[in-house]
């Protein structure tokens, strides 16, 4: 006696092979989304130091052409970007310090702590900040 056999796949397979291959995809796509974000971070960080530095070589710049006393907050107003940049908003802040630790202010001491801050929301990792220190030399 031959029994009636098909050959083939039955609904059951189907169901559990579709079930796997989509918890599979929710991973890979899960995978994909981070990448991105990561690589979108870094972009938005790499932007906001080139505008640090641009900020701290005009500074340094200023230093040199008009001297030391020039490079007062009053000469450096905060900045809102249009644009390309409007997502990013510029600040200096300028303190002269003790030459023992570079932190305390100390008024006339011939060192000046610059830092140049650039934010692009309100999230706590949303901004960076550069600092320098500047010489009455």
């Known amino acids: ?5 098909q050959h083939g796949i039955t609904l059951i397979e189907v ?9 599979g995809m929710i991973g890979v796509m899960s995978l994909f989304e981070s990448a991105t974000k990561g690589a979108l971070k ?4 790499l932007v906001a130091a ?4 641009e900020k701290m070589e005009q500074i340094v710049s200023h ?3 008009y001297g030391y006393a020039y490079v007062d907050n009053a000469n450096y107003p905060n900045e809102t970007f249009t644009g390309d940049f409007s997502l990013y908003a510029r600040s200096v802040n300028i303190i002269e310090v003790s030459a ?14 610059v830092n140049v801050t650039v934010s692009w929301g309100a999230g706590a990792g949303e901004l960076l900040t550069i600092p320098t220190i500047l010489a009455s030399y």
């Open 42 to 45: 870094a972009d938005v960080n």
């Open 63 to 65: 230093k040199v052409a």
């Open 15 to 23: 169901v559990l092979s579709v079930v796997v291959i989509s918890v």
């Open 100 to 113: 023992s630790d570079l932190e305390t202010p100390e008024p006339d001491s011939g060192y000046k702590l």
């Open 50 to 53: 080139n505008l640090i530095h």
């Open 1 to 5: 006696m031959a029994a009636n056999r």
